[in-house]
């Protein structure tokens, strides 16, 4: 992964968790903070991306010779204008939790939190289908939700899917500068004002057809993966199209945003919906 991101201009550093670090969540936040702070001391808008293959476990206790994954998304989120892009190549990667921090942290999972995946080194590892990826993407502009779309569109029948969330932020993360398909103006940030995150987001897809397609567009839905699930609320049926209501999560909005139209109408918090 490193000789590829090399080439595309980023400045590679590995670390290696030894066994013998008694404290090695300590050990490895230094090191991030120690590459963050002279982006954020640039006061630029600056790309990190954490690229993690290794064994990953849930644990409840916070023993010492852990690395938790709250230590790390903290020294991410205190990075200011640093976008970052964490890549957990190991069984349970998406059980990382998110976060309400505005600080843009998208993350890219090998499997669910209770899956379990292949060493980095399989053919079918998530490593493997994000690298051949970036190999076919060193061309033209490249987004992390385009990165994960064409790694899961290379995933085996019995591998696990991959899973993309938004940890923190609702901005688009561009890996590769470039044209690519993805349209950042169709992601509007959380309405100004609130006073509690939103959870989920309304928008309505048009539909040219006739009226069977919003019974259609629900199967599929059925089908798809959960961290692209969205629940339809309506449908204006006319003659020649349909107009659909749905909601979903962020992490949805983004994923369906980057390879069709929707409008956005309106964000919910908690039980209430706040139009804009």
Not at 14 to 37: G, M, Y
Not at 90 to 115: E, F, L, P, Q, V
Not at 159 to 181: C, L, Q, R, Y
Request: aromatic letters at 8%.
């Amino acid at each position: 992964m490193d000789g590829m991101l090399k080439e595309l201009g980023f400045e590679c550093v590995t670390f290696v968790i030894k066994n013998d670090d008694q404290t090695p969540a300590w050990t490895l936040s230094r090191e991030i903070l120690s590459l963050l702070d002279p982006q954020v001391k640039a006061s630029l808008p600056s790309l990190f991306c954490c690229y993690y293959a290794g064994h990953g476990d849930i644990s409840d206790s916070s023993l010492r010779e852990e690395i938790s994954w709250h230590n790390i998304a903290g020294v991410l989120e205190s990075a200011k204008l640093v976008d970052s892009l964490v890549i957990l190549d190991c069984c349970h990667a998406a059980a990382a939790r998110r976060s309400n921090s505005m600080t843009n942290i998208h993350i890219i999972a090998a499997c669910g939190a209770r899956d379990m995946t292949a060493g980095r080194s399989s053919p079918v590892s998530l490593s493997q289908r994000l690298s051949r990826s970036l190999r076919h993407s060193r061309s033209r502009g490249l987004t992390t939700v385009d990165w994960f779309l064409q790694a899961e569109a290379k995933k085996p029948e019995n591998a696990p899917h991959a899973v993309f969330e938004t940890f923190s932020g609702t901005d688009m993360i561009s890996v590769i500068e470039g044209k690519t398909k993805f349209c950042p103006s169709r992601i509007p940030r959380p309405v100004s004002g609130l006073s509690q995150a939103p959870q989920d987001v309304f928008a309505w897809l048009t539909l040219e057809g006739p009226g069977d397609t919003a019974s259609d567009l629900e199967k599929v839905i059925r089908s798809l993966p959960r961290n692209v699930k969205a629940e339809v609320w309506g449908a204006d049926i006319s003659d020649a199209s349909t107009l659909i209501e749905l909601r979903m999560s962020w992490e949805a909005w983004i994923l369906w945003t980057s390879v069709v139209h929707l409008e956005f109408r309106g964000v919910v918090l908690g039980v209430n919906l706040h139009w804009q």
